[in-house]
C-alpha cells in the first residue's frame, strides 16, 4: 500500500495534463499511487497518455458520462486504504519537493487533517505561452507551518486553503458538497467542513495557473447567491464587534465593490440585518443603483436563496460545527 494517493481529474487540456503528470513524475517522494480521471467519455488521449507512460502507479478512470467538476471532486474526499490523498488538477503542477514536504510536515501534527502549501500564480497568455508574475497566492514572511484556526475573518466568503496544494489525513469524515454550488466556491464551502485547525506551509511548493478558460462559471447571479450565503451563515454564527462589522463594509467597499452583496444577505439572513446599521448613505446609493442596473440578476439571486436551500443548510450545519469546536478549544486552553 502507498503512502499517498492522488487524484489528478482532467477535462479536455491536454498540454497541460502532460504538464500535470511530468510533475507527479518528478516528485522526490515517490511512494504515491494516482488515479487519473477523465471526465470526457469521447477523449482518448488521457488513457493513450497512461499507456504510453507505462507507470503501474497511475490508474485511468473514464467517467461514463461528464460528471462536471464539483461532482468529480465529489469523487476524492473519503475514507481509503491510503493514510494521504491530495488532488493534482489539471492545469496545475507541483513542485519536485511538494510530497515530500507536506508529508514530512503532517507527520508532526497527527491530529491535523488538511494542510496546504504556498502556490505561485501563472498567468496563460494568448499564444498559449505561461507568464511568471512573480507573485503567490499568500505573501507572508514567515517561514515555519503555522496552525490556522477558526474562526478567521477571511472564512467568511473565502477559502484559507488552495485544493492544488493540499495534503489530507483519509481517516476523517468528508462531506460532499451540494452539487449545485457555483464551483468557484468549492473551496470555501468544502473548508466548512473541514476538522479546524488547519495546517498552512509557507513555502512555495505549487504552482496555480490562471488560464484563459476555466470550469468555473461567469455566472454572476450564482457566484452573488454562493457569497451571500457564505457571509449570512457565518455572521448568523460568528459574533463580531462594531470595529469588525465596520471593517467588513470598509473591505466590501475596497474589492471590485460588492458592498450590494451584504445588502442581499441581510435580505435573507434576519440574524444579519444588524449589520445594516454600519452601511454609509453611499452604501444605500450603490445598492440601489447595482439594482437598477441588474434587476433581473437581482431577482433571480432571491429566488436562488429559495431554490438552493440544501446550500444554506450544508454551510449553517458546519459552520455551527465548527463554532462548537472552537469554543470547546478556547474551554481546553483557558
Same mark, same amino acid.
Given at each position: 500500500m502507498a503512502i499517498c494517493r492522488v487524484y489528478l481529474p482532467t477535462f479536455r487540456r491536454r498540454q497541460l495534463l502532460v504538464r500535470a503528470v511530468e510533475s507527479l513524475l518528478s516528485q522526490t517522494f515517490q511512494d504515491w499511487v494516482c488515479e487519473l480521471h477523465n471526465d470526457d467519455p469521447e477523449d482518448c488521449f488521457p488513457a493513450e497518455l497512461v499507456e504510453r507512460i507505462g507507470d503501474q502507479r497511475i490508474r485511468i478512470i473514464n467517467h461514463k458520462q461528464n460528471l462536471g467538476a464539483t461532482r468529480t471532486f465529489n469523487l476524492f474526499f473519503k475514507s481509503i486504504a491510503e493514510p494521504f490523498f491530495t488532488l493534482l488538477e489539471d492545469d496545475n503542477w /507541483?513542485?519536485?519537493?511538494f510530497l515530500r514536504t507536506m508529508i514530512s510536515t503532517m507527520a508532526k501534527y497527527p491530529q491535523i487533517q488538511i494542510s496546504w502549501a504556498n502556490m505561485r500564480? /501563472?498567468?496563460?497568455?494568448s499564444d498559449a505561452s505561461w507568464h511568471d508574475t512573480g507573485r503567490n497566492i499568500w505573501q507572508v514572511e514567515w517561514t515555519e507551518p503555522?496552525?490556522?484556526? /477558526?474562526? !478567521?475573518?477571511?472564512?467568511? $466568503?473565502?477559502?484559507l486553503h488552495s485544493n492544488g496544494a493540499m495534503l489530507a489525513r483519509s481517516n476523517f469524515d468528508y462531506f460532499p458538497v451540494p452539487e449545485s454550488i457555483n464551483f468557484a466556491a468549492i473551496e470555501p464551502f468544502r473548508e466548512r467542513s473541514f476538522v479546524h485547525p488547519l495546517l498552512f506551509v509557507p513555502q512555495r511548493l505549487a504552482n496555480f495557473a490562471v488560464t484563459r478558460t476555466s470550469a468555473r462559471t461567469? !455566472?454572476?447571479?450564482?457566484w452573488m447567491h454562493a457569497l451571500a450565503v457564505l457571509t449570512g451563515t457565518y455572521l448568523s454564527e460568528v459574533k463580531l464587534s462594531p470595529e469588525q462589522m465596520r471593517g467588513i463594509w470598509q473591505q466590501a467597499r475596497n474589492r471590485s465593490r460588492s458592498t450590494h452583496v451584504l445588502f442581499a444577505c %441581510?435580505?435573507?439572513? %434576519?440574524?444579519c440585518r444588524r449589520m445594516i446599521r454600519y452601511a454609509t448613505l453611499n452604501d444605500w446609493l450603490w445598492a440601489c443603483a447595482y439594482t437598477?442596473?441588474?434587476p433581473l440578476r437581482m431577482c433571480r439571486v432571491m429566488r436562488l436563496f429559495e431554490k438552493k436551500k440544501c446550500e444554506e443548510e450544508f454551510l449553517r450545519f458546519h459552520t455551527q460545527r465548527r463554532q462548537a469546536e472552537?469554543?470547546?478549544? $478556547?474551554?481546553?486552553? %483557558?
Amino acid at each position: 500500500m502507498a503512502i499517498c494517493r492522488v487524484y489528478l481529474p482532467t477535462f479536455r487540456r491536454r498540454q497541460l495534463l502532460v504538464r500535470a503528470v511530468e510533475s507527479l513524475l518528478s516528485q522526490t517522494f515517490q511512494d504515491w499511487v494516482c488515479e487519473l480521471h477523465n471526465d470526457d467519455p469521447e477523449d482518448c488521449f488521457p488513457a493513450e497518455l497512461v499507456e504510453r507512460i507505462g507507470d503501474q502507479r497511475i490508474r485511468i478512470i473514464n467517467h461514463k458520462q461528464n460528471l462536471g467538476a464539483t461532482r468529480t471532486f465529489n469523487l476524492f474526499f473519503k475514507s481509503i486504504a491510503e493514510p494521504f490523498f491530495t488532488l493534482l488538477e489539471d492545469d496545475n503542477w /507541483w513542485e519536485p519537493e511538494f510530497l515530500r514536504t507536506m508529508i514530512s510536515t503532517m507527520a508532526k501534527y497527527p491530529q491535523i487533517q488538511i494542510s496546504w502549501a504556498n502556490m505561485r500564480l /501563472w498567468e496563460e497568455r494568448s499564444d498559449a505561452s505561461w507568464h511568471d508574475t512573480g507573485r503567490n497566492i499568500w505573501q507572508v514572511e514567515w517561514t515555519e507551518p503555522r496552525l490556522m484556526h /477558526w474562526p !478567521d475573518p477571511r472564512q467568511m $466568503n473565502e477559502a484559507l486553503h488552495s485544493n492544488g496544494a493540499m495534503l489530507a489525513r483519509s481517516n476523517f469524515d468528508y462531506f460532499p458538497v451540494p452539487e449545485s454550488i457555483n464551483f468557484a466556491a468549492i473551496e470555501p464551502f468544502r473548508e466548512r467542513s473541514f476538522v479546524h485547525p488547519l495546517l498552512f506551509v509557507p513555502q512555495r511548493l505549487a504552482n496555480f495557473a490562471v488560464t484563459r478558460t476555466s470550469a468555473r462559471t461567469g !455566472d454572476a447571479a450564482s457566484w452573488m447567491h454562493a457569497l451571500a450565503v457564505l457571509t449570512g451563515t457565518y455572521l448568523s454564527e460568528v459574533k463580531l464587534s462594531p470595529e469588525q462589522m465596520r471593517g467588513i463594509w470598509q473591505q466590501a467597499r475596497n474589492r471590485s465593490r460588492s458592498t450590494h452583496v451584504l445588502f442581499a444577505c %441581510a435580505a435573507h439572513f %434576519a440574524s444579519c440585518r444588524r449589520m445594516i446599521r454600519y452601511a454609509t448613505l453611499n452604501d444605500w446609493l450603490w445598492a440601489c443603483a447595482y439594482t437598477l442596473r441588474h434587476p433581473l440578476r437581482m431577482c433571480r439571486v432571491m429566488r436562488l436563496f429559495e431554490k438552493k436551500k440544501c446550500e444554506e443548510e450544508f454551510l449553517r450545519f458546519h459552520t455551527q460545527r465548527r463554532q462548537a469546536e472552537s469554543q470547546a478549544h $478556547n474551554t481546553r486552553v %483557558a
